[in-house]
């Protein structure tokens, strides 16, 4: 009994963990660490709730726990690896890394991750030999030509990375990111005309990187381009509005450009965002100068002069500004000083070198990496299958992405369920309200007011607590009356909430055999189902670094075939969907989740026709537009699909727009 009930704990601690409940899975696993401190999969488990909770520090020493139980794990090397990463021990994450694929030598992942942590390591050498190996691998992954290439810069070898961008653009020429790296490359070898014509390709194909914005006013206010310099000096701060650097850039075009109230404004901002740019404090004070702001002028000038006790300009700003003052006395002061600074220069040269140029400053980065953006997005439950993991956006290249159960670039919309915590979106216009959940919340027999949602939060530690509680308290009231289908709900969505599904599911069959006709329990059921198979499908060994043994509904400790289960699961779980639409035919979240998981099983005119009736209900069913339409777009009707997105724009899904966008390209 001990050794199911500790078995049982995991798994639930595991349920929560998959569904972003960290704080709740770490009290499961602190419950088995407790009962069986021998065990190295709690630690482990422990170690990735600590992760994604940002706590870096305790993960790696459950990881090193788990590692003296079992030095067999290659999933606590990589949580390991990863937690230390995220500390900068980059020698001590390399080597993580490195046992881990000890254990699993072709993991992509694994790869992926030795190699960010080498580049920051400045081992690029290293990386470079993990990406080549990466290549043998994956040898039509497009990205890591565009990574090479980043590597091969970084070792100065800028003939090898000039061939790895073309070959990148070659290959996905729809790609910002490839015109952007090599018009960086272009502009660091003076081929002006060469960059500007990439910079312009990268803006055109919606460039979202700040740099190639100001990279390109560069070259525009080289080529006497000024108005089209400042769009591009505006755009960038359009796309980032607290870098410095465009408006630095900005502030000197103004200048030039006799804009000196404008320039002025900029080269403060240049400042408060970063009071140690000395070129920006310097042009700012022979700006206050032009304008007669003589006193600002002084402040900024001795600023500099606090850093760079022997610049002679500063002395002659400051004795400028003394004079417009009508200070005669401090202007000779700050001039002899001049002077005497000059007189000695020779050996004040020997010394130190202080020159200040304010002149325009080039954006000296390519964009992070692709690969690199990966890496900084832990596995919820380190268990993603490799190729799912490597998966690379279709969006980006000539085929449409894979658009059904998983997206690289959007995410589909989730499905519905019954809780008592929702986040809410006030732009969305879904309506939320059914009468027959307004009657059930109004004869109180819950311990809250219940909502549908498809935007779960996770519980705080006082929360949790309060539901077990409410647990052990229904638990009394069903010893004294266990033939109450409302107490059998009630206890349901406790269960729920602390993520034991296999418990919740149980007490909702027991309230359905009270009463036949109980809607809300069916659908809840149905996405409890739903929940665990989702779960199961994630988590079952596919071969990939993490092994986890997945136990039945959340009982025993037989491992799941997903592929056995899944048909089985979906007709179990249909079912109980067609009987809330039997019962409440306008029950619109019934539809649309059972489109959901026609999608999974790709049976997409099936899944239309229920998100189509979904919306038939709601004509504001803002999810069931964006879902509908990404499934239009996967079978090829993409005039249907598009239109269903901007729908769902206009009902406040606003990443529609990004998609249509890149779609359209």
């Known amino acids: 009994m001990a050794q199911w009930n500790t078995d049982r704990i995991l798994t639930i601690g595991q349920n929560a963990m998959y569904f972003e409940d960290y704080v709740l899975s770490i009290q499961y696993f602190n419950q088995v660490i407790k009962i069986k401190p021998y065990l190295a999969e709690p630690y482990l488990y422990r170690a990735i709730a600590k992760l994604q909770l940002g706590d870096f520090q305790s993960a790696d020493k459950d990881c090193t726990e788990a590692i003296e139980r079992n030095p067999f794990m290659p999933q606590a090397y990589y949580a390991r690896g990863f937690a230390r990463r995220s500390m900068e021990y980059y020698t001590e994450a390399t080597?993580?890394?490195?046992?881990?694929?000890?254990?699993?030598?072709?993991?992509?992942?694994?790869?992926?991750?030795?190699?960010?942590?080498?580049?920051?390591?400045?081992?690029?050498?290293?990386?470079?030999?993990?990406?080549?190996?990466?290549?043998?691998?994956?040898?039509?992954?497009?990205?890591?030509?565009?990574?090479?290439?980043?590597?091969?810069?970084?070792?100065?070898?800028?003939?090898?990375?000039?061939?790895?961008?073309?070959?990148?653009?070659?290959?996905?020429?729809?790609?910002?990111?490839?015109?952007?790296?090599?018009?960086?490359?272009?502009?660091?070898?003076?081929?002006?005309?060469?960059?500007?014509?990439?910079?312009?390709?990268?803006?055109?194909?919606?460039?979202?990187?700040?740099?190639?914005?100001?990279?390109?006013?560069?070259l525009n206010v080289g080529k006497k381009n000024y108005k089209q310099a400042l769009i591009d000096y505006n755009g960038a701060i359009k796309l980032d509005s607290k870098n410095?650097?465009?408006?630095?850039?900005?502030?000197?075009?103004?200048?030039?450009?006799?804009?000196?109230?404008?320039?002025?404004?900029?080269?403060?901002?240049?400042?408060?965002?970063?009071?140690?740019?000395?070129?920006?404090?310097?042009?700012?004070?022979e700006l206050e100068i032009k304008l007669k702001n003589y006193r600002n002028a002084i402040i900024d000038y001795k600023k500099i002069i606090e850093k760079y006790p022997y610049f002679i300009p500063a002395y002659f700003g400051l004795a400028e500004a003394e004079d417009g003052l009508g200070n005669q006395k401090a202007a000779y002061k700050y001039r002899l000083q001049a002077n005497n600074i000059e007189k000695n220069k020779d050996y004040i040269n020997r010394k130190t070198k202080e020159t200040i140029v304010a002149n325009n400053k080039m954006a000296t980065n390519t964009q992070k990496s692709i690969s690199g953006n990966k890496t900084n997005l832990f596995n919820r439950f380190a268990a993603q299958n490799n190729e799912e993991a490597e998966a690379e956006s279709k969006y980006a290249e000539?085929?449409?992405?894979?658009?059904?159960?998983?997206?690289?670039?959007?995410?589909?919309?989730?499905?519905?369920?019954?809780?008592?915590?929702?986040?809410?979106?006030?732009?969305?216009?879904?309506?939320?309200?059914?009468?027959?959940?307004?009657?059930?919340?109004?004869?109180?027999?819950?311990?809250?007011?219940?909502?549908?949602?498809?935007?779960?939060?996770?519980?705080?530690?006082?929360?949790?607590?309060?539901?077990?509680?409410?647990?052990?308290l229904i638990s009394n009231q069903l010893t004294k009356d266990n033939n109450n289908a409302d107490i059998y709900f009630n206890r349901a969505l406790e269960f729920a909430l602390v993520q034991d599904f296999g418990s919740s599911i149980?007490?909702?069959?027991?309230?359905?055999?009270?009463?036949?006709?109980?809607?809300?329990?069916y659908f809840c059921r149905a996405s409890l189902k739903n929940k665990l198979v989702e779960f199961n499908k994630s988590t079952v060994d596919k071969g990939n670094i993490v092994s986890i043994e997945i136990p039945e509904n959340g009982k025993g400790n037989m491992k799941i075939s997903a592929e056995k289960q899944s048909m089985f699961d979906v007709e179990m779980i249909m079912r109980d969907y067609e009987k809330v639409n039997e019962l409440t035919p306008d029950f619109s979240f019934a539809y649309y989740n059972k489109a959901n998981i026609l999608c999974t099983q790709k049976d997409f005119k099936t899944a239309i026709s229920n998100y189509s009736k979904s919306i038939q209900i709601d004509p504001d069913f803002a999810e069931a537009y964006f879902n509908r339409g990404l499934t239009y777009l996967f079978i090829g009707e993409d005039t249907k699909g598009l239109a269903d997105l901007s729908k769902a724009g206009e009902l406040g899904i606003y990443k529609v727009y990004n998609l249509i966008q890149r779609f359209k390209k």
């Open 95 to 218: 080597a993580d890394f490195t046992k881990a694929l000890e254990f699993s030598p072709n993991s992509l992942y694994l790869l992926m991750n030795r190699m960010d942590a080498r580049e920051r390591n400045k081992d690029y050498e290293g990386a470079l030999s993990d990406l080549e190996t990466y290549q043998r691998l994956s040898p039509k992954t497009i990205s890591l030509y565009y990574e090479k290439g980043r590597l091969q810069l970084s070792l100065k070898d800028t003939i090898a990375a000039t061939k790895s961008f073309d070959k990148y653009l070659e290959m996905d020429s729809t790609s910002s990111l490839g015109w952007s790296a090599r018009a960086f490359l272009k502009m660091q070898k003076k081929d002006h005309d060469g960059a500007l014509r990439d910079y312009n390709q990268a803006i055109k194909r919606n460039s979202t990187y700040v740099g190639d914005y100001i990279n390109r006013g560069i």
């Open 244 to 285: 410095d650097l465009a408006f630095y850039n900005r502030a000197l075009l103004r200048a030039n450009l006799g804009d000196n109230n404008n320039a002025l404004s900029d080269l403060t901002t240049v400042i408060r965002l970063d009071s140690t740019n000395t070129e920006a404090r310097l042009s700012k004070a």
């Open 398 to 472: 000539a085929t449409r992405g894979a658009v059904q159960d998983k997206y690289t670039d959007v995410i589909n919309e989730r499905s519905f369920v019954l809780s008592y915590y929702a986040k809410t979106d006030e732009t969305r216009q879904t309506n939320l309200y059914h009468s027959v959940l307004d009657k059930y919340n109004k004869e109180k027999k819950l311990n809250s007011i219940l909502k549908i949602t498809n935007n779960e939060i996770p519980l705080t530690a006082e929360l949790i607590n309060s539901h077990f509680e409410a647990i052990n």
């Open 506 to 521: 149980e007490d909702l069959n027991k309230a359905i055999a009270l009463r036949p006709t109980f809607m809300l329990a």
